[in-house]
T-cell receptor, first 115, second 114 residues
Framework: DTAVSQTPKYLVTQMGNDKSIKCEQN?????MYWYKQDSKKFLKIMFS???????INETVPNRFSPKSPDKAHLNLHINSLELGDSAVYFC??????????????FGQGTRLTVV | AQSVTQLDSQVPVFEEAPVELRCNYS??????LFWYVQYPNQGLQLLLK??????LVESINGFEAEFNKSQTSFHLRKPSVHISDTAEYFC????????????FGGGTRVLVKP
């Protein structure tokens, strides 16, 4: 009964390829996020969706494109992968955007290695 | 914009000794404060949070953190650590006015030695 699940857990691919990471939450939450954790463990938000609508888009190359087919899913597509894209990508969800709804639940992460 | 500073990147500590992880933040708007823990090769788990009310918050596994508005701090403490507390700890803030995105500190690695 995983609350926030990501697939795949590990992804090794060559430079220039296009890949996708899938995320699903079964918590009934309205808001979902993608975070990137670099090799120094630094975490930074990439995107946030609320009820399938994009609400946060940080300074991320447009090779990264999130897609939310419904409010339980937020997938991340990455085109033309580069070595610097190697990182752990975390999906998260929260019930809402403020107050007691602010708590974010994280998935287990997807370790992307670009070779 | 918000920022979070965790002053210690690594804290070695002996088992059953106390530990304190320091966290300072800056923000021009009201924020919520969180501590997340990341065990090796795992995702982030919420340890505790401050949204409002009592400035001292506690977790079920013995950690506590105190919100100090004047010092813009949210330090995490545990009076007696266990080997299983070895992990990376992240302090984070979110501002509802900014879409509730979490801004994380750089993390503090706690290494508990027997």
């Amino acid at each position: 009964d995983t609350a926030v699940s990501q697939t795949p857990k590990y992804l090794v691919t060559q430079m220039g390829n296009d890949k996708s990471i899938k995320c699903e939450q079964n918590l009934g939450h309205d808001t979902m996020y993608w975070y990137k954790q670099d090799s120094k463990k630094f975490l930074k938000i990439m995107f946030s969706y609320n009820n399938k609508e994009l609400i946060i888009n940080e300074t991320v190359p447009n090779r990264f494109s999130p897609k939310s087919p419904d409010k339980a899913h937020l997938n991340l597509h990455i085109n033309s992968l580069e070595l610097g894209d190697s990182a752990v990508y975390f999906c998260a969800s929260s019930r809402g955007q403020g107050g007691v709804w602010a708590e974010a639940f994280f998935g287990q992460g997807t370790r992307l290695t670009v070779v | 914009a918000q920022s979070v500073t965790q002053l210690d990147s690594q804290v070695p500590v002996f088992e059953e000794a106390p530990v304190e992880l320091r966290c300072n933040y800056s923000s021009s708007v009201s924020v919520y404060l969180f501590w997340y823990v990341q065990y090796p090769n795992q995702g982030l788990q919420l340890l505790l949070k401050y949204l409002s009310g009592s400035t001292l918050v506690e977790s079920i596994n013995g950690f506590e953190a105190e919100f100090n508005k004047s010092q813009t701090s949210f330090h995490l403490r545990k009076p007696s650590v266990h080997i299983s507390d070895t992990a990376e700890y992240f302090c984070a803030v979110s501002a509802p006015a900014a879409g509730n995105k979490l801004t994380f500190g750089g993390g503090t690695r706690v290494l508990v030695k027997p």
